[in-house]
């Protein structure tokens, strides 16, 4: 009697592993270009709204029953988180079936407009790129304004001093965060940005393609994967993308304490459990591919995986800068302009919270290093989709 294989259970079509690899050459190729249509853009607009509603029917049963405000609040936040993931989820697996009942062609089209749009490598590289030349023209102000915009497009709170400096974690498309939402004009965030030297925006910008790497280059790409599958490509990666901005957007505007965003902020760092830790091996041999070494840069992982307050980021973070050997971290700057010195200590003040610094300051950064963090980010990309297309290769039929 044969033994039976997990193949006799899991396949992929073949067609999906061509929508797979499209997705990916549209990003890597002019993901920069067709940001504008993104519909990742709409998730933090559904955040944003459907908290609203959330905080009000929370309001209301607070106020009758005060001694159980925290219960209700935690609660509150679990029903918003549910609401919003599952949302997303059904809404584009039934989208997606109906398209495939319509044409076959319409389902394929979809599907790779959708997995294109849940990756962002070609435009975090074209904006640091970006950043790097006006540094090297001397225009720190306008390079502070993209440094202020990255913060929203690669998530995570931002870090002064050896981070990055603007807003909270945005849905990937500079919305979303506290104070990241724009590049132009006079934001708080901009003018905070614009009194740092040139090594900080340098760093800025690095712990912000360090973060995006992991957010939205080797997470998205592994929740494809494992989607596919289940040959639900598009929803699996989709519930990853909206948990960004429930991590990231405040009930504290609307009165209330941190329990009802704690709920969405351990939900994303849920799901990137495995993909952050994924990446102990990824970003090292990206770096080794880059010519910068595995050994330090996994060795500053190793180290420095914990100095920070999130737990996403920071394995990018630890792994930048033991590659580029340059340090990262410092404290976080929310939105009230609060600053001080880095050190190895950690305690909050007004808008900031001082945290770990991440690395060795064997030298000091320099706007080349945003171009090699660059090239790791891209090479990361490249050892990831090949990393996919191995495991669906090996289901595909």
Not at 40 to 52: E, G, I, P, T
Not at 82 to 109: G, K, P, Q, W
Not at 116 to 123: G, P, T
């Amino acid at each position: 009697m044969g033994g039976f294989t997990i193949t006799d259970y899991i396949s992929v079509d073949s067609n999906i592993i061509f929508c797979i690899i499209a997705a990916w050459v549209i990003d890597t190729v002019l993901g920069g270009l067709l940001a504008p249509i993104n519909p990742v853009r709409l998730l933090s607009f559904l955040v944003k709204h459907s908290k609203k509603r959330f905080i009000a029917l929370l309001q209301s049963i607070s106020d009758k029953n005060p001694d159980k405000a925290e219960f209700y609040e935690s609660a509150a936040g679990c029903l918003h988180a549910a609401y919003v993931i599952t949302l997303v989820f059904v809404s584009l697996a039934v989208a997606l079936d109906l398209a495939r009942r319509l044409h076959e062609s319409l389902y394929y089209a979809l599907t790779i407009f959708f997995l294109f749009s849940s990756l962002s490598a070609r435009r975090i590289a074209g904006m640091a790129l970006e950043a790097a030349n006006t540094i090297k023209r001397g225009s720190l102000p306008e390079a502070g304004a993209i440094a202020h915009k990255m913060t929203g497009i690669a998530g995570g709170d931002s870090y002064v001093s050896g981070g990055s400096v603007g807003g909270s974690a945005g849905d990937g498309f500079g919305r979303g965060g506290s104070d990241g939402d724009s590049a132009g004009g006079g934001s708080p965030g901009q003018q905070f940005m614009s009194a740092f030297s040139k090594e900080t925006i340098i760093r800025v910008v690095v712990g912000s393609v360090s973060r995006g790497s992991i957010d939205h280059v080797i997470s998205p790409m592994l929740f494809i994967t494992a989607g596919a599958l289940l040959g639900i490509p598009v929803p699996f990666v989709y519930a990853l993308m909206a948990s960004y901005p429930l991590a990231s957007s405040s009930a504290r505007d609307h009165g209330h304490s941190m329990r009802f965003d704690m709920v969405g902020k351990t939900l994303s760092n849920a799901l990137a459990f495995i993909p952050a830790r994924l990446s102990l091996v990824l970003l090292p041999l990206s770096s080794l591919l880059s010519g910068h070494g595995f050994l330090t840069c996994f060795r500053i992982m190793r180290r420095d995986h914990g100095n920070n307050i999130n737990p996403r980021g920071v394995w990018g973070e630890s792994a930048f800068a033991g590659a580029l050997k340059i340090q990262l971290g410092g404290h976080t700057f929310h939105s009230s302009g609060s600053s001080f010195s880095s050190s190895r200590s950690s305690f909050s003040s007004g808008g900031a919270t001082k945290i770990p610094l991440i690395g060795d300051d064997s030298k000091a950064p320099e706007a080349s290093d945003i171009g090699e963090a660059v090239k790791i980010m891209m090479t990361a990309s490249i050892v990831t989709v090949a990393l996919a297309l191995a495991i669906l290769f090996q289901f595909n039929y």
